[in-house]
Each structure stands twice: as C-alpha cells, then as structure tokens.
C-alpha cells in the first residue's frame, strides 16, 4: 500500500507533536522513523494509525485520504514496544482477537493462526497464558496478532526495546525477512540508528516533530542535509569544529585556533561558495586514524593530539582525545594499543568531511 | 520489625494481644444468644449459678417479619452492587480515558460531594425521593418507604467512592493495549468490554465487595425512609427491637446481631483468597 503525508501535524493545546511532516512511502517499502525519545515519532505513527486524529495535514492510503477512517478500517497492523497482549487471553486468544472480530468461521481461525504462529516460531505455545512467555515470545505473538489479519501496511514503534541485545538482533532479520516475503509496507519507528540503517529502505529522520531528512541510509550518512543529521546518525557521532575555510597557493585549509587541515579541492569550493566567515566542519571519528607505519603522516592533515579517554568497544577502541583545547572522538583498530596520557598524532581522512551553515545548521554541500 | 526469631515473636505476640478484645467481644456475642443471662462470658440461670442455656433468643426465626428484613437487606445490597458497579465501571473508564468538557470539576465535585456526611443531605433526599414516589407507574418502587428508593440513596452516596476506585485502577492500565484492540477492530464499547473490563476485575471485586458490606449495613438511610416492618431491612429491624417502652431483651437483639452476620461470614469465608489477591495481583503481565 503506498502511503502519504502531506503536512501532517499534531499539537495538543501548545506541545508539538509532530510538525507539517511530508513524505510518501512506496508500496512494499520498509521505512523508519528515527530521532531522539520525544521527536514525534510515536505521534505520527499513532496519526498514519488513526489512533491520533491530525490537527492538520492530510493522510493518504493508495491515493486516498484516510483521515476519517476508523483505525479498524484501515487494513493495518500495529507492534508496540510493550507488546500491548491482552494478558487475560491466550496466546491463541490474542492472535485470533482481530480474526474473531471480524467473525471469521472458527476452523479458519484455527489454520491462520496456527500459520502464524509457526511463522513465528510460536507455534507449540498457543495454550501458554500470556504471563508465561518471555520477552522475545510475547514481542513474537504481538508480530503474529499483527500478521494474522493480513494487513496491507504494518506499523512498529520500537518493538525491539525491551529486548535483550542477542535477541534483538535475531528478531532484527527476522521482521526484515518477514516483511520483504510478504511484501507489506512498514514504518518502523525507532531511537537506534543502527537498527534503522540496516533495516530500512529508506529513513526518515525527526527531531522536535520536524522531519529532518528523509533518505537511503547511505545518503544520510554521506551526504547529511543538516548538522542534526550528520550527528544523529553514525556511531559514535561525528566531530563538529566552528573553522573558517582559507585559500592559500591555491590550497584550501579549515582553520580554526589549532586545528589547520588541508581540504579536498571539490567540497572545499563548495564549501567556500556559500559565502560564511564560519563554518561548521563535520569529521567522523572513523576517518580519523593514528600514524604509524601502516598510516604514515599526511602533510598539512596531521595534529598532534593528548588521548585523554581510552573506551574499549571490543575490536575498536573509542579514543576521546583533545588537540590543545579541542575535544574530538577517535576511532581506532585495538591493536594500536592506545593508551590514556599518550601524545599521538592523527592523519585526517578529509574525503567525506562536512560543512554545516551554524545558523541554519544546513549543509552547504548537500541541499 | 526486628529480625530472626525475636522479632517474629514479638510481631505474632502484638497481633495476638490486639486481637484478644475483638475476640471476646465475639465470644461474649455468641454465649450470649444461647443465654438467659450472662455475667462476664459465663452463662447465668435464674439462681445466679452457672447455666441457664436456651435457645429462645433465636425464636424470631419463626417470625417472618425477620425473612422480610433479610430480603430487605439483601435486595438492597445486591442492587447497590448491579448500580453502583455499572455506574463506576463506565463513569471510571471515561474519566480515566476520555477528555471532555468539565471533567476536571466533576473529579473534583465529586471528592467535595464524598466528603459530605450522609446525615446532611438527609432532609433534601427526602424531598427528592417524595419526589420521585410521584412519578406514574415506578414511582412507588423508586420513592419515599421503598426498598427501591432506599438503594437508590445508596447507590448514589457510594458512587463518588466508586467512580475514583475504577479510575485508579483503569489509569494503570496502559493505553497500548487499548490501541491495539482498536487497530485489530474492536470499537470502543467492545474495547471497554472485553479489553478493559477484565484487566481491571480485582478492583470490579473489591468494590463489589465493599459495596455489598455497606449495602448489608445500611442503616441511617433505610431507617429514614422507611417506615414500619415491611420495607425495614436486617439493622433496621434490629432497632425496632429496642423499644423506648418495654425492657430490651440484649440477649434477643446479640441473637439478631449474630444472625445478620452470617451471611456475610459465609460471604468473606468463600471470597477470602480474592481479597487478599486484590492488592497482589493488580496489573502483573504486561
Ligand atoms: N497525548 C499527548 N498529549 C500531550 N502531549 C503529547 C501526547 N503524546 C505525545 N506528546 C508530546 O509530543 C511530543 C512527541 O512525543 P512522541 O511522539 O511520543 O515522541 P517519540 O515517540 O518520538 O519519543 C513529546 O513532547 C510528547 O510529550
Ligand atoms: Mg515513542
């Protein structure tokens, strides 16, 4: 089913919820809302639901609009992240709730759901009440009381959270295999931009009920629109430094205090184009390595840096350094062995930095 | 409390001590039914020495004027318990659940309402229920000397209680749910019905609960706006027995007593495990 927002809002007498949102979904598609707790994100899928009605803004399911439409009529499937069972049913008792509903004959009610539940791998545990089942089997019959009904459009608000780590990677490629099978659209709400990356075909980033970007994950990350973007998305976020971009011999170099790096040619005329006296330069802690033998110095992209931090992340190290009196994150391979007080120097991977206008914090590369 | 076996000790010797007058006050209550007289728990015949057992204290048993009062009492209860319970179940969801005009003043209204003591409003009740004994056809089973009208004060002098008893316990249920029974297609009374309705039946028994025990009761009402035998319920009846003119029988009246406990005894011995799971068993699960 393809879905689309045209200036959906959302405002309880002062709080925003969610502000002119506008983007459209293509049928089959996997989407994700990202942004912080508190973005907006809920709120709009509550809207896309019908549980919320829009103070503004029109919903549109295959070309028609829907803001009128009773939830129950909207031919869609919900997961919440506290799995909302009814706890007096069971297992069975919730994946066939929506099917008795619609007063479906009872030895097809008993084949769905038993279809189902074996999809899910639930299929044994039909009996089981609800409070019996773990995390990972309750969040599995909440999928299942979804499916069942074969919806045209499913809808998740950060049905992972409250799983274990393990768990949440498995159930991660489970409900991608799922939806790519079927075929059903998906908006999958989450805060965690790793799962809304390797998830989604496409990714809309709010914050403040504002939709930031909406993109493939790759353009998000190599190509930010804004600065909330480029920090929100990409793990562990990227460096942000106020510099002014100077030429010099027919060099451009971002200054700023102690930091003066050499610039690629393309994005720094891009850059300087905009006309700013200053600049907000993005760097990634991953482009950033240390010289060694295997990275040799870089002229004119090379600082010498105090690691003040050393957080081990099991094959990388998360290095918190400070070049003089500005702080950056660094991400580098275990075995450099790096340690807290050491003086290193960092080469700087310049190939994918980023500029942000500081007063619109818009990129002034990508628009 | 202190740890180990001290500290149980003095806990179970604290909890025996405090019970000990409740416990005599109900042995006292029962020897007594039995007896002509009584001094101290013993039983006393006519001579002054230990004796004197008899069971004409319970000969009302005869009487139907006491079959009436007990139907009485338990119509009321029971009606208490339908009106009351339907009223708070719906009342509570929608305030819990629902955003409308004046819902704030009428939670506020109805706390101020509870804090008025029944004896209060005594003389407009009887207004109103003269009131409605003059509507055609219900009026008499709705209006002044009505067993009808009496559990209506009732109903309404325990509502406020009611109201925000199942608003607390619908609060604590999480909106998710509802949400989601309305996305698998479940419209809002159906929603109330079969979602909300059975998360909430620990506070559905308690309230009933409650509500049967002060209807069992009921006394300032029913004595009001009742007059004579036929409409007086079980501590109605009980008053009649002490006249201002004749000598109490206390032996008579320790025997209706006892015989207007029963059923509720036999009420807590079979709901025993509910009440204690009440509080337990709230909102576990999800
Ligand atoms: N029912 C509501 N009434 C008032 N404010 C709300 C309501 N629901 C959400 N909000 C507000 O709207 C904003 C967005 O909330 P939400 O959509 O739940 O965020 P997210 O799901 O992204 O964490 C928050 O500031 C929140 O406080
Ligand atoms: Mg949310």
Redesign the pocket.
């Known amino acids: 089913m393809r879905v689309e927002l045209e200036n959906l809002s959302k405002a309880w007498d002062g709080v925003v919820g969610a502000d002119r949102i506008t983007l459209d979904i293509a049928d089959g598609e996997f989407v994700a809302f990202l942004g912080p707790?508190?973005c907006g994100?809920?709120?709009t899928?509550l809207m896309v639901a019908g549980i919320y009605k829009p103070s503004g803004g029109t919903i549109k399911f295959d070309g028609h609009v829907v803001n009128e439409v009773a939830p129950k009529d909207r031919g869609i499937g919900m997961v919440f992240?506290s799995y909302a069972l009814y706890p007096h049913m069971t297992v069975f008792g919730n994946i066939s709730y929506p099917l008795r509903i619609q007063k479906v004959n009872k030895t097809e009610i008993k084949e769905r759901v038993q279809k189902v539940a074996d999809m899910m791998g639930i299929g044994d545990l039909l009996d089981r009440k609800i409070v019996q089942l773990s995390g990972g089997q309750q969040q599995r019959v909440s999928l299942g009381r979804a499916l069942v009904k074969e919806p045209q459009l499913l809808l998740f608000?950060?049905p992972l959270s409250n799983l274990d780590a393990r768990l949440r990677l498995t159930m991660r490629g489970e409900i991608k295999r799922l939806q790519e099978e079927m075929g059903i659209t998906a908006i999958y709400?989450t805060?965690d931009q790793v799962e809304a990356m390797t998830m989604a075909d496409r990714i809309a980033v709010m914050s403040g009920g504002v939709l930031q970007a909406y993109d493939v994950p790759t353009d998000l990350y190599e190509h930010p629109k804004t600065q909330f973007v480029a920090g929100f998305v990409g793990n562990p976020p990227m460096n942000f430094f106020d510099v002014e971009i100077v030429a010099m011999d027919g060099e451009f170099r971002a200054k700023s205090g102690s930091i003066d790096l050499a610039l690629p040619r393309d994005r720094a005329e891009k850059a300087a184009a905009a006309g700013k006296d200053k600049l907000i330069m993005g760097v990634r802690p991953e482009d950033i390595y240390l010289v060694d033998d295997a990275e040799p110095a870089a002229p004119g992209r090379t600082l010498t840096a105090a690691i003040e931090v050393v957080e081990p992340l099991g094959r990388e190290d998360l290095l918190g350094v400070t070049v003089n009196d500005v702080e950056m994150r660094v991400l580098v391979d275990k075995t450099k062995g790096a340690a807290v007080g050491d003086n290193v120097d960092l080469v700087f991977d310049m190939s994918s930095v980023q500029f942000f206008d500081p007063e619109t914090e818009q990129s002034v590369l990508w628009t | 409390m202190g740890s180990g076996k001290t500290g149980r000790f003095f806990s179970y010797a604290f909890l025996t001590l405090s019970i000990v007058p409740i416990l005599v006050g109900y042995t006292w209550l029962v020897i007594a039914t039995v007896s002509t007289r009584t001094r101290g728990l013993l039983p006393i015949n006519a001579e002054g020495g230990i004796g004197g057992l008899t069971l004409g204290n319970w000969s009302f048993v005869f009487e139907s004027a006491i079959w009436s009062a007990m139907l009485n009492s338990l119509l009321i209860a029971v009606a208490m318990v339908i009106g009351v319970g339907i009223a708070s179940t719906s009342g509570g969801y929608a305030l819990s659940r629902f955003k409308f005009p004046g819902r704030k003043g009428f939670l506020t209204g109805t706390l101020v309402l509870h804090a008025f003591k029944a004896e209060m409003l005594l003389i407009a009740i009887f207004f109103v229920l003269r009131w409605l004994g003059e509507i055609p056809l219900i009026g008499p089973y709705i209006g002044f000397n009505s067993v009808g009208g009496v559990a209506l004060v009732m109903v309404a002098l325990e509502l406020p209680l009611g109201i925000w008893l199942m608003k607390g316990f619908f609060d604590n249920i999480s909106w998710d749910m509802e949400r989601a029974a309305m996305i698998d297609g479940a419209g809002r009374f159906r929603v109330w019905w079969q979602i909300m309705l059975p998360q909430v039946r620990p506070g559905i028994a308690a309230l009933a609960l409650f509500t049967f025990i002060a209807g069992w009761n009921a006394y300032l009402v029913p004595f009001t706006f009742t007059i004579g035998t036929k409409v007086a319920n079980m501590p109605v009846y009980l008053n009649q027995l002490i006249s201002d003119t004749a000598p109490v029988n206390w032996n008579q009246v320790a025997a209706v007593g006892l015989f207007q406990m029963i059923p509720l005894i036999i009420f807590f011995i079979f709901t025993q495990e509910l009440l204690l799971n009440i509080y337990a068993g709230g909102s576990k699960g999800t």
């Open positions: 707790s508190g994100k809920t709120t899928l992240q608000d950060e709400v805060h």
